[in-house]
């Protein structure tokens, strides 16, 4: 129990969580394999952002944004984090998306567990670069 504790404790992207009597573990996320993690909808703020590699630009510009392996697109709600998320491929590129007009014309949005709003997808007409 102390290393799975310490697992939670300091995992920096904050993955992993208890149930609320410790006696479960469980991701906060389900990033590719098709789990119930009891994501609750939400309302997302007007603005977030995608973080992603220049080299995949091209695509994200003809088709949006796509799960691709995942199950959702993963949106931050601040550009630093997109910055940090998209340096993992390479020079950076930020995405700033319309959440909220996409809300409003019923897209669904969950927040994860450790902040990160999630999506089945972005068209085009709802992302530029910022």
């Known amino acids: 129990m102390s290393m799975l504790e310490e697992i939670v404790r300091t995992d920096n992207k904050q993955r992993y969580g208890f149930n609320e009597d410790r006696s479960k573990i469980r991701a906060n996320q389900g990033h590719s394999i098709n789990v119930d993690v009891e994501l ?31 199950l959702y697109v993963h949106l931050s709600k601040d550009v630093e984090t997109a910055v940090t998320v998209g340096s ?42 910022k």
Not at 44 to 67: C, F
Not at 88 to 111: D, K, N
Not at 113 to 128: A, Q, S, Y
Request: proline residues 7%.
């Open 40 to 70: 609750k909808e939400a309302v997302p703020p007007e603005i977030l952002y995608h973080g992603t590699g220049e080299k995949y630009v091209d695509s994200i510009n003809a088709e949006g944004l796509k799960p691709k392996s995942r």
């Open 88 to 129: 993992r491929h390479g020079q950076p590129i930020v995405y700033t998306i319309a959440s909220g007009e996409m809300y409003r014309q019923g897209y669904t949005f969950y927040l994860s567990e450790n902040g990160v709003w999630l999506t089945k997808n972005v068209p085009i007409d709802f992302m530029k670069i």
